[in-house]
């Protein structure tokens, strides 16, 4: 597990493990540190991906993704835009520094 995880979410091995093969039970997590946002997620089917602001190329209309420990991780649109909603909303109040 990468401890970035840990040290942003406070998740450790086991917790992680747990959310990582939660039975087809996805979940998000959010963590703020200064003005950078991170939303891990969970597709409850072994996938993890961490999504991050401070997108270099896209600044506030972008952001960063990352997968954690696992080869691929699945979607619902309907998450990808509570997602997307989170980082509008952050943005709006912070900006986007990074």
């Not at 998000?28 to 270099?56: I, K, P, Q, R, W």
Request: hydrophobic share 40%; aromatic share 12%.
């Amino acid at each position: 597990m990468d401890e970035r995880i840990e040290n942003l979410f406070g998740l450790d091995r086991q917790s992680f493990n747990g959310l990582l093969c939660g039975v087809n039970e996805s979940s998000v997590h959010t963590s703020v540190v200064g003005n950078s946002l991170f939303v891990l997620y969970f597709d409850g089917d072994m996938g993890c991906a961490l999504f991050s602001s401070g997108s270099e190329a896209f600044d506030e209309d972008g952001l960063r993704l990352e997968l954690i420990d696992c080869a691929w991780c699945d979607l619902k649109l309907d998450e990808m835009l509570f997602i997307q909603q989170i980082f509008k909303s952050f943005y709006k109040e912070v900006g986007n520094v990074h």
